[in-house]
C-alpha cells in the first residue's frame, strides 16, 4: 500500500521569484496506528517562465512530496508477452490480497484494455 503527502505553494504567486513550501509528514502516532513506515521524502523543483507587457519572470516553486509505505500480501496476475511490432508487451496488474474479488475483475478489464502502438 502506498499514502502520499503533498505540500505545494499556491499562494501569491506575483511580485517573488522563488518560493518554497515547508515539508508535510505524518506524525509518529499515526504511523505506529497503521504499520506505515516513511519510504521517502523529496523535494520537487518547478520552474516556469512568465510573460506579460513585453517583460518575462521566471518563477521557481519548490514542493515536498512524502511516501509511506507498508507491507501486504499481493496478488499478481501477469499475462503472456504479445508481439505489437517490434516490441513484446506483457500486462502486469496486483492487487491486495485483503480485497480479492473486489478488484480482480477491475484489474483484469484493465490488462484487456492495454492499447499498444508498435
Same mark, same amino acid.
Given at each position: ?9 499556491l499562494d501569491d504567486l506575483?511580485? $517573488? *521569484? ?9 506524525? *509518529?502516532?499515526?504511523? @505506529? ?5 516513511? !519510504?521517502?521524502?523529496?523535494? =520537487?523543483?518547478? $520552474?516556469?517562465?512568465? *510573460?506579460?507587457?513585453? *517583460? @518575462? ?9 512524502? $511516501? ?8 499478481? !496476475? ?11 508487451? =506483457? ?14 475483475? !477491475?484489474?483484469?478489464?484493465?490488462? /484487456?484494455? =492495454?492499447? !499498444? /502502438?508498435?
Open positions: 500500500m502506498l499514502a502520499t503527502a503533498t505540500a505545494g505553494c506575483l511580485g $517573488e *521569484e522563488t518560493f518554497e513550501a515547508t515539508a508535510a509528514s505524518v506524525s *509518529e502516532s499515526a504511523l @505506529s496506528e497503521t504499520g506505515y513506515e516513511e !519510504h521517502r521524502t523529496d523535494s =520537487v523543483e518547478l $520552474e516556469r517562465t512568465f *510573460e506579460a507587457g513585453g *517583460e @518575462s519572470e521566471t518563477v521557481t516553486l519548490t514542493n515536498w512530496h512524502a $511516501e509511506y509505505d507498508r507491507a501486504v500480501d499481493l496478488t499478481l !496476475h501477469v499475462s503472456e508477452a504479445v508481439e505489437s511490432g517490434s516490441d513484446l508487451l =506483457v500486462a502486469v496488474g496486483g492487487y491486495p490480497t485483503l480485497v480479492g474479488d473486489l478488484e480482480r475483475e !477491475h484489474v483484469f478489464t484493465m490488462m /484487456d484494455g =492495454v492499447t !499498444h /502502438d508498435g
